[in-house]
T-cell receptor
């Protein structure tokens, strides 16, 4: 059982839709992350939030908009996505006080863009 | 340009024997290394990690070795069990001097198959 919960597990949306991916953790972690994983590829970092502030944005297109409403929640707002954005989106969290703490992942949201 | 490389896409090992998974990295700034295990339809599960001040870390059946001069790390699983069959990802990150979080850079993964 994962301690990082992602919803929904699957999402199919059209290119003009607006949807949101949600991630929740109750481990008291202060760093949260979004990764994107295409088929047969490794996860690739998108965003890092540290103490609810965006600290790293890996040049992600603006059609992906992250939000961290509080220390337990992380959202990824989606708008006007392209078919190539279809992928598994993984959320992770870690303690932020020290850098040498592992990230714990959710099971991901599998996103399909029609 | 891949900064973390796992050159074996797959590895087949007999049950009870040792599994050795290898990983190389090119970025000398990396100072924290992790191994994750991934089953289909699940997220990566953290297995074991090592910081650059150590050359070995052991946790039960899992041992990670780090050779900084060669920029190489390996994961040893002894003895291998059928439930170990999964994709194993090597990952690396930088530890910021003031603390703080950095994202992980992953290798492409090695599919470990444990044969009965």
């Amino acid at each position: 059982d994962t301690e990082v919960t992602q919803t929904p597990k699957h999402l199919v949306m059209g290119m003009t839709n607006k949807k949101s991916l949600k991630c929740e953790q109750h481990m008291g972690h202060r760093a949260m992350y979004w990764y994107k994983q295409k088929a047969k590829k490794p996860p690739e970092l998108m965003f890092v939030y540290s103490y609810e502030k965006l600290s790293i944005n890996e040049s992600v297109p603006s059609r992906f908009s992250p939000e961290c409403p509080n220390s337990s929640l992380l959202n990824l707002h989606l708008h006007a996505l392209q078919p190539e954005d279809s992928a598994l989106y993984l959320c992770a969290s870690s303690q932020d006080e020290l850098g040498n703490q592992p990230q714990h992942f959710g099971d991901g949201t599998r996103l399909s863009i029609l | 340009d891949q900064q973390v490389k796992q050159n074996s896409p797959s590895l087949s090992v007999q049950e009870g024997r040792i599994s050795i998974l290898n990983c190389d990295y090119t970025n000398s700034m990396f100072d924290y290394f992790l191994w994750y295990k991934k089953y289909p339809a699940e997220g990566p599960t953290f297995l074991i990690s090592i910081s650059s001040i150590k050359d070995k870390n052991e946790d039960g059946r899992f041992t990670v070795f780090l050779n900084k001069s060669a920029k190489h790390l390996s994961l040893h699983i002894v003895p291998s069990q059928p439930g170990d069959s999964a994709v194993y990802f090597c990952a690396a990150s930088v530890i910021f001097s003031g603390g703080g979080a950095d994202g992980l850079t992953f290798g492409k993964g090695t599919h470990l198959i444990i044969q009965p």
